[in-house]
């Protein structure tokens, strides 16, 4: 969900990523206790990041999250996805939902459309996860992506969602890396 992999996806894909050279606005949708907002405001103090969640209990972790790394450009709102619409916000650049939209009902997925529509920048990105396979089995081949370093082949990296763990004040999902190397085809 960060600006560089967002842009990266975009590029593979044949799409003009946001320039980010003068700064950036990028909004989560169910950002829940606001850990990847906060870690990514704190590592791009270029960019204005938003949080948006409909628990006062995740807003209020958030907060205090973002205090104590003080990061003063991440704002944080408590608001569903019909009143976030309505908003007065800035147009983001990205805007992501990671599992919020499998979750939600269709009233609240059409308001997160709205939310998008009103608030997305031209031109600009939107990451949206959808958990689709029944029981979230252990290697879920719907969130693998290929990476390569110059010391290393590629390797496919999976994640493991299959057992939930406590973190943060929140439950999340345990993230089990599994790489194998990819064969070169002579």
């Given at each position: 969900?960060?600006?560089?992999?967002?842009?990266?996806?975009?590029?593979?894909?044949?799409?003009?990523?946001?320039?980010?050279?003068?700064?950036?606005?990028?909004?989560?949708?169910?950002?829940?206790?606001?850990?990847?907002?906060?870690?990514?405001?704190?590592?791009?103090?270029?960019?204005?990041?938003?949080?948006?969640?409909?628990?006062?209990?995740?807003?209020?972790?958030?907060?205090?999250?973002?205090?104590?790394?003080?990061?003063?450009?991440?704002?944080?709102?408590?608001?569903?996805?019909a009143a976030a619409a309505e908003r007065?916000?800035?147009?983001?650049d990205y805007i992501v939902a990671h599992?919020?939209?499998?979750?939600?009902?269709?009233?609240?997925?059409?308001?997160?459309?709205?939310?998008?529509?009103?608030?997305?920048?031209?031109?600009?990105?939107?990451?949206?996860?959808?958990?689709?396979?029944?029981?979230?089995?252990?290697?879920?081949?719907?969130?693998?992506?290929?990476?390569?370093?110059?010391?290393?082949?590629?390797?496919?990296?999976?994640?493991?969602?299959?057992?939930?763990?406590?973190?943060?004040?929140?439950?999340?999902?345990?993230?089990?890396?599994e790489t194998a190397r990819l064969r070169?085809?002579?």
């Open positions: 969900m960060a600006p560089a992999w967002l842009d990266f996806v975009a590029l593979l894909s044949g799409f003009e990523p946001p320039a980010r050279k003068e700064g950036f606005a990028w909004c989560e949708l169910g950002c829940g206790q606001g850990v990847t907002a906060a870690i990514l405001a704190a590592t791009h103090p270029e960019g204005r990041f938003c949080g948006i969640d409909l628990m006062p209990d995740h807003i209020a972790g958030a907060q205090r999250l973002r205090e104590r790394a003080a990061t003063a450009n991440l704002d944080l709102h408590c608001l569903d996805f007065d916000l800035p147009q983001f599992g919020v939209y499998s979750w939600v009902d269709e009233r609240s997925r059409a308001n997160l459309r709205r939310f998008i529509a009103g608030h997305l920048a031209s031109p600009g990105l939107v990451y949206i996860s959808y958990n689709a396979m029944p029981g979230w089995p252990s290697t879920n081949r719907s969130n693998i992506c290929c990476t390569a370093s110059p010391s290393t082949p590629p390797a496919i990296v999976s994640h493991d969602t299959s057992r939930p763990r406590r973190r943060f004040g929140g439950w999340r999902m345990r993230e089990r890396y070169q085809r002579s």
